[in-house]
């Protein structure tokens, strides 16, 4: 089954950077390819909910952000790598969470969780103050 995976999180002072990747593994979800699914990713930090943090378009032509990250964060893809990334700058403690990538078909509802039928492992970023 496809699987996504991970990675570039670590601990980070205030005010620093880091770029995150999710690789997907195999080329097909459900019988359709890496390149025919709008990808997301979400996080969450100890005792909340699971939160949108910023989405892309199958094609990369569309972009959405939560207001909380928007103008710090920049998510972006590589269809020929079957990758995607998420550019964080200008990083703040309250950014400290579990960082999960996820797939589905469509645009719609980018930013409802339950909308999303494939997910990472997910990967931790610790931002200090």
């Known amino acids: 089954q496809v699987q996504l995976v991970e990675s570039g999180g670590g601990l980070v002072q205030a005010g620093g950077s880091l770029r995150l990747s999710c690789a997907a593994s195999?080329?097909?979800?459900?019988?359709?390819?890496?390149?025919?699914?709008?990808m997301g990713w979400f996080r969450q930090a100890p005792g909340k909910e699971r939160e949108f943090v910023a989405a892309?378009?199958?094609?990369?032509?569309?972009?959405y952000y939560a207001d909380s990250v928007k103008d710090r964060f920049t998510i972006s893809r590589d269809n020929a790598k079957d990758t995607v990334y998420l550019q964080m700058n200008s990083l703040k403690p309250n950014d400290t969470a579990v960082y999960y990538c996820?797939?589905?078909?469509?645009?719609?509802?980018?930013?409802?969780?339950?909308?999303?039928?494939?997910w990472g492992q997910g990967t931790q970023v610790t931002v200090s103050s």
């Open positions: 996820a797939a589905k078909k469509g645009t719609s509802f980018y930013s409802d969780s339950g909308q999303y039928g494939y």
């Open positions: 195999g080329r097909t979800f459900g019988g359709l390819t890496f390149d025919s699914h709008t």
């Open positions: 892309i378009s199958a094609s990369g032509a569309w972009t």
